[in-house]
Each structure stands twice: as structure tokens, then as C-alpha cells.
């Protein structure tokens, strides 16, 4: 009986004792815990390569088609020609705070400036990662911060500035003034452009930020925030570098210079490409995918005197190569065009993807350049930087201008059919751009949007704050007109 | 032999056991194992240690047919030592009676064949010498007789398989088929006559030797077995709160969920479907919602073993994600017990706050050999649809909606006027979800045994078809096995059941009730009959084209062992096994997209496995203590389980037949993968002390250690007393009184705790994203980490009064309770701007539950022809939020009010039409012209039913049975128009509800539904697209009274009596007949756009012989 006992006292008392150690189980193999992340330049790699993977991964996301589509209806480049009430609301800048995409186009930039944020603190904190790994990577994440930063800024106007992980606090963090904001992505790309290098990471695809991407973007907020000096010098840097750049011309269509071939994966006019990671049924790039039509156009350049269909001159190639059209077969034939940047809506199947998702182009620094140049006075260096774009699209040269009134006439033209439906260019210039009326408070959008949109608001330049964080925020504030 | 193998088996024992007392960690883990093989041991190293044999430690195993002594002697000397010796004339003459075969000590054989011939014996070393007793003179009292006789019930039918027992001792018979037993009593013994849900009856023998008895049911249900956590009671003696939901109940509801036939049954127990397809999940709240965002439903445990609530879909279906309890067959469960109290989930620790379910299933009963078959079938139809516009009215007021906003109709926003058929006039409804669907179920079992081997087998398939155009829908097939053994002296029991359950849900990918609004002359197909697509738009019957399939297979098995080592003492193990496994194949076709949006077609392919195991230790002790009794249970419990699955689209096929054919993809994409491991470990015990039958209490404890938590947080302790006092067993309420047979008031108090927040939740870690990048797989952080959370804690109170009239013909329970939980382990929700929308912490939030709840059972007429029982339930509940630390600051400021329920909903509050111009107004909160989310927002409702409950009806006559069931719920929620999808009156290609015909159309003329406006900006469109669909015009009444079940039973048993039948019962059932409401939508329960509850009719056949 004793022994009885004794057994069935071990097992209770075994029981008891082996409790803690029976719960602990070991991390899931789904899952890398953080300790390990930031250990070795492969996995280090790993965390900022994400962020790219999930900005380009499903459609309709922030960096995956709305903000080009969105911004290009809120502005006057092409219209969704059937029932969506989603894009209606951006058509007739008619926004509510309850639009999912408003919601999205704020949310994904956020997540993606926590993660760089996270990066940016587990790299620097990391003793165990390459020098030119840790130098890299922390270059991509300053950068991917201030990119992310630019898009909120422009779409929102203040917006709370996120610079660390403290999630807590961040989660209460009011609306900080847009010149804060702007001061801070000034820094993140100044400091990208130090750590980053001419050549792209990697494979040498470009598809991750490099050297030029971060000099780039720097010119275009100094181009926004009036810095029209510091907008000028980076801008001549990225045009410098001819060794990595050119403009496709226009010539023989065989050519691989060729302008329709601008959009290829790492063609010479890319300085940064999102490369499409979901090739589901042949798809290259969502662009293309979604606006290349199977028969009539859904996304159709705005028609009449204030179109896109019209706002190009005559003879413009960016027109013929860049401009798809499509007309009704039975009468009254109508036509339709649709923007035809990217080529390929499917691919072939089995076949390899040529194309990837234009961010930041060439091109612009050009334009960049011409727009400070004229904001410098100096209009003949102006219409140089134009002259080269408009050399490509088998335009005459332009003259100098006569007027600093005329010289911005010149960059508003280039700019609009140079980059339609491209990353909300024409939406941004829009609201940027004071109005020609001289009244201080109206935008350059004032004078033109209500020429073809009846319910232009003066107010629709900043978009709604999303319905969720003006929900869990109590210390958000709505933007004016959505009160 | 036999000794040989247990000697050994003993001794091996011994000295393994020598070895694991050095290993002591490794003896942890065989430890449960060991206490199993112990308790074998024990019995054999009694037979071994005693120095020499006697008759009563000798066992043999035979069996006598009838005959002489002498040849049953032979028998007994060659399976054993012994010799008999004897006079030749004493035995002669002597007739053997027949014994079955099996085991028994040398002893009990001779007892039994000697029995009143008037020999006695004797042992002398290894010899049994047999001699002729001595008649006594003065009492016959030792004197065995065999006593026959037949046992009959109430109405004077003969009751086979009644247990017939002499009190005190091991004798025992069973009654045969025609109710008659025969069994071997002394004078002076008393017999015991039992039968499930009958009173047992003593009758003492004296001089009788044939017994005529009669069984009545038992009136109330007060000494009905009642499952509670790791043991049983009685409603008479239970100190907790239970509710026992028996066989026939859910056998009169041809229902394929266990969880439905719950419904509207139990008090404190709101069930709600999510949607009318098969496999769907059911919202099930026991006693409200005590977590603010953590799980809420309760933890199920199928004959005690702890049974997943989580689907393990991989994508969901139309039906939402399977429901895992889904896959546990409703006619292979004896009965559901819930426990509600703290003195009845405490035991359960960590996972008992939000209540539990203990479901039990059948078992085999001893009796001969019994086959049992039923079968049914019967159709299904939706319950209820939504009356839309017709044509002429719906293209009415598209084109109002134009002329109000002023906008030209274009071919591309207003096809349904410019291009489409204008006397086009489809019911969606009817189009979609407007089929009977056929539904059969056929059950098989043979069941019988022993008083000491029971066994059971049996089989059931169902097949249910949806009400959707097709062959879609749910088949089962379930097999449950169960087999229980116990030694002739009762102290070994071994009970074991293995289920083997499989089904196939065949079902849409999407639910398309949410297409009943489409345009009414939406063309199907183009003129060359192939889908018509226009814009974005989804051909709701092109949905059809894409299938989705899971088969689910579940094998569970669990078996206990217990032996009862010393009197009073017992120790048991119970172990348990759960094997789920889930495939699911998605098909996407070219034929069910919108060319469009068509990038080739693709299929999703879903697996998913569940592997869990549980061992529970236990000892129990029950003792007389002075007056009373005393009953302690000590255990502990292992319990690990490993979920794991993935999911992955495959795309480029050659040929859209190949979609189910993995390998026919040329492209494998990963989709998802999940891993999760659970380990959980305790301890518990419970005390309990009944004295006299007046006062009972009960404390129990447990300390939970689980995974699931931080490290630094991993355990926690609970407990719970309980007290009931019996008053009715006090003499001066029995004399006072009379009419009052059962008083008993009883309360407990305790802390249980809730677990229900997820695996890993406290892990920093990263997880890899959908696609890698440029070749590299990238990596995302999967959440914001919080290392030291712990446990929720549900502190609940419960007072109690069960009240028992006229011998119990009435019985009333009434439960008041009050439950708060603290330390809320909850999903925070965050502000996305910080990254991350939510993160688990504990918030110093109180949350309050409390309410009243009733259960009525009465027999209001009991005559031999006829029948009349009402059973009634009603629960009266309510949840506040009584604390939340700075909740206006927090991120959930706009989603919870303190002191009001966790439920609400917020929304605009409507002030009417604007006359002039047809605009929804609303009240402007802050004054600033202007109405806005949040700042104009009140709460303007509650989803939480305010009071609910059933009534049940039961008659009987003569051959008739007739039950019907009505449940009620008294709740509000969103109406029809309330929602996302809803959209303003007029909006291209969305129909309305004949509400709209109430339409502001003119000026001046007054109006309560928002005028038609079709175009993005205008303000009729703008207001009802912001506010007045979120607001409280949409929001309303959605009580309801079901019929929910009706049962119509005839049994043919008069009939048949020469027939080798038991039973034959014709039958026919109804479930979700017809509903009482004012609900403008589909269905009060589901509410929104998703498929309402079906209603099942069908006709079945029940045959046992």
C-alpha cells in the first residue's frame, strides 16, 4: 500500500513542480522573433525588402495604383467612366471621411514609417551587420520614411510626424504644422542621400532606392517648399549622372531607346521601381494592368476644352506613344483615350515580366529643374530643361519666355503631359501652385477645376481625415470643409 | 497463467519504478502513465501477497448450463487447485441452475450453486468438502430463493432493461425484453429496482416470490444525473448553476449543429446564427459579454476533453468559416450540460469566465442486443424574404433620382435605363436563394452488454442540400464507438468512445443573398448567352461558377480508467485525443469574372490540422463525517495542442477543368501559413460537505499555467465556494408546508479567468510577408509586443432559490447573478497612424454582467391517457461598462460609454426629411453646422438582447407525442437600410425595399425616408451615404417569437407487441416554422444582407428491436 502512496504523491508533486516548465513553448515557425531580426544582413534585409513587397502586393493600395488614380481623378486627367460611388467621391471632389480609399491612402503610409522606423532603430542598434549592409538599409528606411511622410503631407496637409517605435504614444499623436513635417523628411533624405550609393543593392535591379532616388525626391520637396536654389542643384545632380540615366527618345521604334520602352523594368529612365510581386495570371504591373481596357476604356482622359485629351499639343508623341484610344463600333463612334504608359496588361503566359511599376522618373528632374530655374528668374535655363523633354516628344523648341508668367505657363504644360497618371504629379501642382487671380488664399486648382468640376470646393485640396483616426485619435482634427 | 503474467508485470513495475524516482523529470512525463498501470497493479499484488488461497481470492471464468453438481465440480477442479470431496447421495438429485459464463471467485460460484439446495461447504487446505447444512430453526433469513417477476411503468408497459439489484450486495439482474427478471434474494434482503428517468423502488422480500413492480418516471428532474466538472450531481444537491439539455431535446430538432438545438433552451444562453448556410458559426454569449474584445464564447469540452471553438478554414465561404462544431454529430449526444456559476466553472480556471459547455455522449446500456434505426427527411426554404420594388417602380425612381439631381443619365452610370430590358422584372430572391432544398439523415446503432461490458456502435449520415440554384451542400458521416467495463465488485471502471466524424461542405464562395437588391432588370446573360458584365459590377449568378469545398475530418477519442483502491478512495485518469483536419479547395474560373478584372483563373487550395491531447489525474475521497458526508477530488491536467496550416493559390492552368488539380498549376503561389502551439498545465481541487441533506458547501481551487501569456505572467489561481441550503428538509418547513417538497437556496462566489486572446500574443517577433521581393523574402513585424500582460479575471456572484411543488410536479429556479471582469486582456485599439490598429494590454476596465434568470418545468396533467408538461425559460440581462480609465482620451472613446453596455452601437441621430428639398436631417451635437463623425454621434442602440427565453410544450396521448417550442427575444438592431451596403434611394443598380415608395418626391409635401439622388455629391446622396444610413432611422425593433420547433410522434408500440420490436415511431418535425416581428429585413436573428435562417420541415422514422 505504502508503495501506492508514494507513486501517487511523486505524480502530484512531479505535477506541481514541472508546471513552469511544461507551459513554456518554443517561438512559432511561422514567425522571426525581433531579437534575431537585426542580427545578420540577411535578415535585416528581409525587414525593409517587406515593405516594398506589401506596397506593391494587392490592388488598390497607397503605393499600388490609388495614389495615381485618385489624385488623377480628384485632379482633371482621366475619369472611372462607370459606377464606383468609392471614385465618384474623388471625381467630384466630393469626398467623405468614411471613403475607404482615403483610408487606406492614410493607414499604409503609416505602417509603412513604423516598419522603417523599426528598421532604422534595430539597424542602428545592430553591432553585427556589414557596414555597407547597415549603411544601405538604413539609407532605404530614411528614405521609405520621408517618402511615406511626402504622400501624407500632400494629401492631408498636417499630419502627425512619426519618428520612432514608442507605438503608445504615437497612437495620440496630434497633427504636426506641415513645415515641421517637411523639415524632418528634409533630414531623413539628406541623410539617405549620405548613406546611400549610386549603385542599387542587390541583384542591381532598381527596384530598391539608391543614391539618386533619395537626391531626386530631396529636389522635389525643396521644389515644393520654395527652396527653388537647393531644388535647382540637386535636380542637376541626378541629370549629372548620365552613366545611370537617359531620356528615351524618340526614334525608331525598335529602338531600345524608344520613348514606349520608358516603362520596362530598369529601363534608363527609372530611378526607382516598385517590382510587381503578385503575377497572378501573367500580370506585370497593376498600372497596367488595370488601365490597359479588354474593350471600351473605364479610365478615360478627361474629354472637352479643360481635357487631358486635349491638353496635349499637336504632334506631341507622349500623345501617340503614350496614349492609348479605343472607339465604339457602332455610330455615333465616340473615341476614347486612356493612358498607355505601361504596355503590357497581361503577359503572355509563362512569359517574364518586362515591365515594373514606375515611382520615381528620370524625367522629372528635369522638369523639376525648369520649374526652380523660372522660380530663379532664369528662363532660359528654364526652357533648356523643357526643351530636352519636349526634343524627345518631336516638339518644336521652346523660346525663351517673355514673362515669369508665361515661363511657369511653359512648366505647367510640360508637366501635365510629360507626367499624367504618375503619383498624383498634376494633383499636387494643382494645389501647390498659387492661383493666377493673385488672391493669396486660392491655389492654381481654384482657377481651373471649376471649369470642368461643378462642385469644386476651395476646400477640396486636403483630403479628408480618415472616419477611423478621427475615431481613435482624440487629438485629431478634421481638415476644413469636412465639418 | 494468469497469476504468472500479473506477478511479473508487477515486478517489473517495482524496479522501473526504482529508476524513475532517480528521473525524476522524466518520470513527469510517464507519470500519468504510471498511475494507469498502478492502479492494474494493485489489484494483482493483493492476490499475490496473501500466503495462501482461499475460495474467495481464487477467480475463474465459467459458465454452467444446467445439470448435476458433479460435472460443476469437474469444471471448477480443472481451472483451479482445489478438490472437492463429498457423499455421492448428498448431492445426487441436486439440480444445477444455469450460470453465465464469466468471471467470478471460486466462492461466488459455489454460493450460487449451492444456493437453497441445502449444501454447505467448507475448506481444508486445498480440499472443498461438501456437506448437507443444518436447517435452522428459528430463521430462514440466509436462505436464497429465486424470485421472478415483471417490471412494468406507469401505463403498464413492460419496461425491459431495468437494473434489478439486492441491496448491499453484488447480485444484480437485468429485465429481459418482456420486462420480466429473475433473481436470487434471502428474505430479509431488500430489492432494488432502477431505470433512467424513473424513481428507483425498494421492495423488501420476505416471503414473496414473485414481485410485480411499477416504475414511475420521475415527476421533476431533481435527481437526474447532472455533469459538472470532473464529476457528476444531482439538481438536488448541486450548489452551482447548471442547465441539462437532454437527448430528446435535441433529437426532436432535425437541426446538423449541436449548438442550434441549444437555442432559446437554456436561461443565460443567447445563441444567434451568423448565417442560414450549413457549417456556419454561432455567436453563442452565456451570460453576456464579459470581454471587451478578447473571445467571448465558452469553453466546450466534449466528454472531458477541451473541443476547439476556432474554425481552422484557411479562407472563408459563404458560410463564413466552419465551424468546428460543426463536425460533432447532434444524435450521438446523451446530454449538454451548461455551467454558468462560479461554483461550476471555477474548476475550469483560466478558461471557465465565459462559461462552459460540457457536452456528453451517448453510451452503451446493458440488455441484449439492441438495434435502433431512424431515419428522416424532409425540405428546407429561406423563412422569410424582403419585398423589393418591382420594374416599373424601382426604374421610377432611378429616374427621379436624375431629375432631383439635375445629372443627365449616361449609358455608363444608368444602364439599367438606357441600355437594359425596361419590362424586365427579376425577383433576385427568387433567382438566388429561392430553391427547396432537400434534407435526409438516417441514424444506425446497435448497443447492449452486461451489467459489466456495455457497448455501442453507431452510424449516421446527413445530407443537407442549400437553397441555392445547384447541387450544393453539407453530407456527414459519423461513427461513434463506445465501449465501458467494470469488474463484478464495481472498483474498476474503464470507459472509452472513439468518434470518426467526416463532412463536405459544399458551398459558394460568397454569400449572394447580398445580391436580393440588385437592379430588377439587370440581363443575366448578353445576347449571346454567355454572362453579361457591365463596369464593375458582379453577376451575382456567375458567383455560381466558382466552388468552394472543405472537408472536414474529426477523430477524437478519450477513455478513463479508475479504481477505487480503498473505500471511499478512487483514483482515475482520463485522456483524451482530438485529431481535426481540414481540406478546402476554392475555384476560380474564367466564366465567374468580370472580364475585366479576369487575370486567369486560379484555384486556392486550404489545409489545416488540429492535434491535441489531454491527460487528467485524479484521485477522489468520499467519507462519512459526522453527520454528513464528505467528497474531495484533487487533479491536475496536461493539456497540449498543436494547430497548424497553410494555404496556397495555384494559377496558369492549361484547362479551367483542371482548377481542383493541384499539379495542373503551373504557378504554386504560398498564401498563408499559421502555426500555433498551446501547452496548458494545472492543478485543481474541489471539497465538498453535505450535512444531512440540509447544508451543502462547496470550495473549489485551480492554478492554471498556459502558454498563451507572457513569460513573466503564465500562471494564475481561481476559485469559488459555494453553499446551498436544503430547506426543505427541515422539519418545521416539512410540517408547515406540505405542499412545498423541495427548498433549497443557494449562492457562490469566485474568480474565473478568460484566456480567449490568441496564441504568441506576447511574442516580438516579425512574419514573412505574402511575396518575396526582388528574390528576397521580406519580413513584416506581426504585432506590437506586449511581453507582460496576464490574466483576465471574471469575479462572479450568483445567488440561487430552486423551488419544488406538489412532489415536484412544479419546479422553479430562479438565479439572480452578478459578474465583473477586470483586468481586461483585451485587442487596444490603436490609432493607425502609430503603425498598428490594435495591440493586446490589460485595461484597468470593469465590465458588469448581471441578471435574472427563470426556468419553469411543470407537468400540468398527468392521466394514463394523457400528457401535459410545460417547461419555460426567460433571461433578463444586462452588461455595463463601470469602469474604463480615461476612456476619453483613449482610442476607443468613440466606441464605448461608461455605464452603458459594451454592445452599442453609435450613430446619428435622425430629426427627419427636410420637406422642401429631401435631405435627411440630423441632430448637430457640437453646434457646428455641420454633422461628422465622431463629433455628432450618439448611441443608438444596443445588439444585446434585453430579455429572452422559450417555452416548450410537451403532450402525450395515448400513442401520440406532441412537442412544439416557441423561442422569444426581445432586442433591437439594424434594420434593412441600415449599413455600408445600403445605398441612397435611386443609387445605380440597387433596389429598395418597398420603404422606399415612401419617398420624399415633392416639395412641401412631408416625408420619413430620404428622397431618391443617384449622383456622388449632392446632398440627398451625400447625407443618406454619411449619416442617415449609420443613423438611429435605420435602427429599430428587431424582437421576434419563433415557432422553432415542432414534433409530432406516433408510436406503433400497441400494435406490434407480438412483433419482435422495442419501438417503432413514425414521426414529423419542423424547425424555424414561422416567426412573430416587426423586423423589416430577412431575419430578426441574422439581420444585414447574409442568408436568414432556414426553415426545415420533415418526416422520419424511428425502429428499434
Known sequence: ??????????????????????????????????????????????????????????????????????????????????????????????????????????????????????????????????????????????????????????????????????????????RSPKAEVYAAIIQDLKDAKNLLVAAYPGAGERTRPNKTAATLLLSRVYLYTGNNALAESEASEVIANTTQYSILKNADPNDAAHMTKAFLKNSNEAVWQLQVVNTLGGRNTWEGNTLIPTASPFYRLTKGAYGLETGFEAGDKRFSNWVGSYSTATAPIVTHYYPFKYKVRVGAAGAAVTEYSMVLRFAEAFLIRAEARVGLSRFSDAKDDLNVLRARAGLPALAVAASPAVAMAQVEQERRVELFSEWGHRWFDLKRWKSLSGDPLKSRADDILPLSKPLWKPTAVLFPIPVEAMRTNPNMVQNPGYN | MYYKNTLFASQSLLTYHHTIIQKLRFFMKVNAILLVISFFAVSSLYAVNSSAQSLQEVNVSLGFSKGNLQEAFAKIEQQTDFRFAYKKEVISGIKVPQLEARQRSVKQILDELLQGSGLNYKLLNNSIIIFKAPVPLASVSNYRQEINGVVKDEKGNEMPGVSVKVKGKTIAAITDSKGAFKIHASADDILVFSYIGYSTVERPVQSAKTMNVFLEPQSGTLDAVVVIGYGTTTRRTNTGSVTTVGAKQIANQPVGDPIAALQGRVAGLDISSVTGYPGSAYNVRLRGQNSITGGTAPLYIVDGVPFISESLSQFSGANGSQSPLASINPADIEQIDILKDADATAIYGSRGANGVILITTKKGKSGKPEFTANVYSGISTVSKRVKMLNGAEYLTMRREAYVKDAVTPTEAQAPDLLLWDQNLDQNWQDLLIGNSANLSELQLGLSGGTEQTKYLISGTYRDEKIVLPGDLGFKRGALNMSLNHSSVDQKFQFTSSLKYTLDENNTLQSDVTSFFNLAPNFPIYDPQGNYYWIGNEQNPMAYFERTNVSNTTNIFGNTTLSYQFLAGLTAKVSAGFNRMEMKQTQTLPKLGFNPINYTGSSANYGNAYLNSYIVEPQLNYNVKLGKGSLAALVGGTWQQSLREGQGVTGSGYISDLQLDNIKAATLITPRNYSYTKYRYTSVFGRLTYNWDEKYIINGTFRRDGSSKFGPNNRFGNFGAVGAAWLFSNETYIKENLPFLSFGKLRGSFGTVGNDQIGDYQFLDSW?????????????????????????????????????????????????????????????????????????????????????????????????????????????????????????????????????????????????????????????????????????????????????????????????FSLDFFFQFVKQEGPLLNYGYLSYSNGSALRNKDLSALERWTTPSVPAMIPGASATAGKPIYTAYQNNYRLSNAVWGDASFIRLKNVSLKYNFKDLLKSWKFNNITMYIQGQNLFTITSYDGFDPETKGYSMPPISVYTAGLQVSF
Not at chain 2, 844 to 860: M, T
Open chain 2, 767 to 959: 512574419t514573412p510577408t505574402t511575396y518575396p521581393y526582388g528574390g528576397i523574402g521580406g519580413i513584416s513585424p506581426s504585432r506590437f509586443p506586449n511581453p507582460d500582460y496576464s490574466w483576465e479575471v471574471n469575479r462572479k456572484l450568483e445567488a440561487g432559490l430552486d423551488l419544488g411543488f406538489f412532489n415536484e410536479r412544479l419546479l422553479l429556479t430562479t438565479n439572480f447573478y452578478r459578474n465583473r471582469s477586470d483586468n481586461q486582456l483585451i485587442g487596444s485599439t490603436l490609432s493607425s497612424q502609430s503603425g498598428f490598429t490594435s495591440y493586446q494590454a490589460n485595461l484597468p476596465a470593469l465590465v458588469e454582467n448581471k441578471g435574472w434568470e427563470f426556468e419553469l418545468n411543470s407537468i400540468n396533467i398527468r392521466e394514463k391517457d394523457f400528457s401535459w408538461n410545460t417547461s419555460f425559460n426567460l433571461t433578463l440581462a444586462k452588461t455595463k461598462l463601470l469602469e474604463y480609465p480615461n476612456l476619453k482620451n483613449s482610442a476607443n472613446a468613440a466606441k464605448y460609454v461608461i455605464g452603458q453596455p459594451l454592445s452599442i452601437v453609435m450613430g446619428f441621430d435622425f430629426q427627419g426629411i427636410n420637406s422642401q428639398t429631401g435631405v435627411p436631417e440630423f441632430r448637430d451635437l457640437n453646434g457646428d453646422k455641420a454633422i461628422t463623425d465622431p463629433a455628432d454621434l450618439i448611441v443608438i442602440g444596443n445588439t444585446m438582447p434585453k430579455f429572452y427565453g422559450g417555452i416548450q410544450n410537451s403532450f402525450t396521448y395515448k400513442n
Open chain 1, 1 to 174: 500500500m505504502k508503495i501506492i502512496y508514494y507513486i501517487l504523491f511523486l505524480a502530484l508533486v512531479s505535477t506541481g513542480l514541472s508546471c513552469k516548465k511544461y507551459v513554456e513553448i518554443e517561438d512559432p515557425k511561422d514567425q522571426l522573433a525581433t531579437g534575431t531580426v537585426f542580427t545578420t544582413d540577411a535578415t535585416a534585409t528581409a525587414a525593409m525588402v517587406g515593405i516594398y513587397s506589401d506596397m506593391n502586393a494587392s490592388n488598390y493600395q497607397f503605393a499600388n495604383v490609388l495614389t495615381s488614380f485618385t489624385c488623377a481623378m480628384a485632379a482633371d486627367e482621366f475619369v472611372y467612366a462607370s459606377v464606383l460611388a468609392n471614385f465618384d467621391e474623388f471625381k467630384n471632389n466630393a469626398l467623405t471621411s468614411g471613403n475607404t480609399y482615403v483610408g487606406l491612402m492614410w493607414s499604409s503610409p503609416y505602417n509603412f514609417i513604423y516598419r522603417s522606423n523599426a528598421v532604422i532603430q534595430g539597424v542602428s542598434a545592430s553591432n553585427t551587420l556589414t557596414p555597407a549592409v547597415k549603411n544601405q538599409l538604413l539609407g532605404e528606411a530614411k528614405f521609405m520614411r520621408a517618402f511615406c511622410h511626402f504622400y501624407l503631407v500632400n494629401f492631408f496637409g498636417d499630419v502627425p510626424l512619426i519618428l520612432n517605435t514608442d507605438v503608445l504614444n504615437n497612437s495620440n499623436k496630434a
